[in-house]
């Protein structure tokens, strides 16, 4: 069984089946990716990972729990992450300040801005967020203000924001959108390495082919709401269903 089990999920928008019947198995530690052209149910479908849609009818299980019902804030207690398409960050508080607020938020259950600096010394936080900023190559920068950051740097950072909450499961939303061909390998790069140092399960959606390529371990091809085929890289590439879906893209 995987970390993450959805099973027959449909969700109706009025009239219009934006997810009909969805199963999908995604293997611990494992990077799962969701492909599909616009209007497949893609973020539809991961919205209803994280709690901001309820499906009509089916079930989600992680790590043997049910998130159906659940809140986002207690989904992301339960140790499913997601990344933003834009960076959200404390643009006034250095690189270092960012990453320990969630860590602090995740051990105390919220942030209070006076606790948070009379525990910015102990041992355990300071050394936790220091690996995090090593895992993303940002040990160097930890003193900068997140506001001085350039693009590419602010995407590292939330990176680590969401990775210094420990996430069994990261969810990223076409992660590498918008970037220039330099900065969409450099992200392809960071998430092999966090993957390699990692006990982390991602679930990427993704529209750019050359990532999921890079990155995915298996693949689901979502079409009109309803998975089409899974497996891996290897076997999607040229594979008729695939080409069909994407063909009048
Ligand atoms: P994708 O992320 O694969 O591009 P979406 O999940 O965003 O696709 O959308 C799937 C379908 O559901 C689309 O036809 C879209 O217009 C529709 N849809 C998505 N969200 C809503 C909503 N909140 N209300 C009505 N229709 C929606
Ligand atoms: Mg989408």
């Not at 293997?27 to 539809?44: D, F, L, Y």
């Not at 006034?92 to 300040?97: A, C, S």
């Not at 210094?164 to 076409?174: A, C, I, N, T, Y």
Request: glycine share 8%.
């Amino acid at each position: 069984m995987g970390i993450l089990e959805v099973k027959n999920v449909n969700k109706n928008f009025g009239g219009l089946k934006a997810l009909s019947e969805v199963n999908l198995s995604v293997k611990e530690n494992s990077v799962h990716a969701i492909i599909g052209p616009n209007g497949a149910g893609k973020s539809t479908l991961l919205n209803c990972l994280i709690g901001k849609l309820i499906p009509d009818t089916g079930s989600v299980m992680f790590d043997g729990q049910s998130v159906l019902g659940r809140k986002p804030h207690e989904i992301n207690q339960m140790g499913i992450s997601r990344v933003f398409q834009t960076p959200e960050i404390f643009g006034d508080l250095t690189v270092f300040e960012n990453v320990m607020i969630p860590i602090f938020a995740k051990r105390d259950g919220s942030f209070r801005m006076h606790a948070f600096e009379s525990v910015a010394h102990e041992r355990d936080i300071v050394e936790e967020a220091e690996a995090v900023l090593a895992d993303v190559n940002m040990l160097e920068k930890r003193d900068l203000h997140a506001a001085s950051l350039s693009r590419g740097d602010k995407r590292r950072l939330e990176m680590a924001m969401c990775l210094s909450q420990k996430p069994k499961l990261l969810l990223l939303d076409e992660p590498t959108a918008g970037m220039a061909r330099a900065d969409t390998n450099n992200t392809i790069d960071l998430l092999n390495q966090i993957k390699a140092k990692r006990d982390i399960t991602m679930c990427i959606i993704e529209h750019d082919m050359h990532v999921v390529f890079s990155l995915a371990d298996r693949i689901t091809v979502l079409a009109q709401g309803t998975p089409l085929v899974e497996d891996t890289p290897d076997k999607i590439k040229g594979h008729p269903k695939v080409q069909e879906a994407y063909l009048g893209e």
